[in-house]
C-alpha cells in the first residue's frame, strides 16, 4: 500500500488531523504535500507508506482554486476568521460588468504580497511565528503568475471566483487586492482547492466514507516528471550508479521497472541518482 491519495478536507480540520484519520484507519505511515489552512476544504495531497519519498516530486506547478471575496472588512490574516482592522459600509453595486474586466487584469504574471500568516520562512522563522509575536518585519514579496480567473457569482457584498494559478500564489491575499482595485477593502470568505496539478477531487476520498482498503495511486504515475523508462538499466538505478541518458530534460524519473529513481543532470549527458523511490 505505497503511493499517493487524494483527500477531500473538510473545514475546520488541518492537514495533519487527515494524515492522524489516515494513520489511525490504516496503519500506514503518511504525509502531505501543500497544506491547506484548516478553515479551507477540498484536495489534499497524501503521501502513504513508500509514497513518503516521493512528496517532493508530487507537488504540481499549478492549482485550481474557487474563493470568494467579500467586500468592507479587512483583518490581520487575510481572511474572515482574523481579528478585524478596518471596515467600510460604503456600498458598490456589484455587477458582472464592473467584476469582469477587474479580475480579467490580474490574469499575467507578477509579484506578490505574502501575507503576516504564511507559513514562508524569513532567517529560519516563519511569518505567523512573527505575527503571533507580533514582531513587525518587512514585507515580503513573491513571484507567481495567474493563467485564469472566472468570476462564478456575486452576492450583494461578496463575489465568487475561480482561480488557476502558479504554485505559492496567495489567494488570501488575491481577494484584497481585487478589493482595493475595486476602490474599497476586502477579505477572503471561502476557499475550495478544486485541482492540483493533473489531481482533482474527481480522485478524492471522502473521510466520513472511508472503505476498508486503501487505494492510493502508485507512485510512478503521481511523480510529475518527465519519465524514461529502460528495463536495461535496472542495476544502475537499484544500485545508484550515474548513468549518461540523451535528455534535454535536467531531471528525469528512470524506470526499470521494479526499480526507479528521480535522476539529475550532472555534468553534460551524466546524470546521478538523486533519489530512490521503490
Not at 518587512?138 to 471566483?161: C, M, V, W
Not at 487586492?177 to 482547492?193: K, V, Y
Not at 544500485?239 to 550532472?266: C, M, P, Q, W
Amino acid at each position: 500500500m505505497d503511493g499517493i491519495v487524494c483527500v477531500n478536507k473538510p473545514q475546520n480540520m488541518t492537514s495533519f488531523d487527515v494524515i492522524r484519520i489516515l494513520r489511525r484507519k490504516y496503519g500506514v505511515k503518511a504525509g502531505h504535500s501543500g497544506t491547506l489552512d484548516p478553515n479551507a476544504t477540498g484536495l489534499l495531497l497524501i503521501a502513504v507508506n513508500k509514497g513518503t519519498k516521493a512528496l517532493n516530486y508530487i507537488e504540481a506547478e499549478d492549482k485550481v482554486y474557487v474563493g470568494t471575496c467579500t467586500l468592507g472588512l479587512k483583518t490581520d490574516t487575510g481572511d474572515i476568521w482574523g481579528e478585524t482592522l478596518q471596515s467600510d459600509t460604503k456600498e458598490i453595486a456589484l455587477s458582472k460588468e464592473l467584476l469582469d474586466p477587474i479580475i480579467k487584469s490580474f490574469v499575467k504574471k507578477q509579484k506578490q504580497r505574502v501575507p503576516m500568516v504564511s507559513a514562508k520562512k524569513i532567517n529560519g522563522k516563519k511569518l505567523y511565528e512573527y505575527h503571533r509575536e507580533n514582531i513587525e518585519i518587512e514585507t515580503q514579496y513573491t513571484d507567481i503568475e495567474i493563467y485564469d480567473l472566472e468570476l462564478l457569482d456575486i452576492k450583494e457584498n461578496s463575489f465568487t471566483f475561480r482561480a488557476h494559478v502558479s504554485n505559492g500564489t496567495y489567494i488570501r491575499t488575491l481577494c484584497e487586492d481585487l478589493a482595493e482595485a475595486l476602490g474599497t477593502i476586502g477579505t477572503m470568505s471561502a476557499l475550495n482547492r478544486t485541482e492540483i496539478g493533473r489531481f482533482n477531487l474527481d480522485n478524492a476520498i471522502d473521510l466520513d466514507n472511508l472503505e476498508d482498503e486503501l487505494k492510493p495511486i502508485p507512485v510512478k504515475e503521481a511523480v510529475i516528471l518527465p519519465k524514461i523508462q529502460d528495463e536495461s538499466l535496472e542495476f544502475k538505478i537499484m544500485n545508484g550508479h550515474r548513468i549518461e541518458l540523451d535528455t534535454k530534460e535536467d531531471t528525469v524519473l528512470l524506470d526499470s521497472g521494479k526499480y526507479f529513481a528521480v535522476y539529475g543532470r550532472e555534468k553534460g549527458d551524466v546524470f546521478k541518482s538523486i533519489r530512490g523511490l521503490w
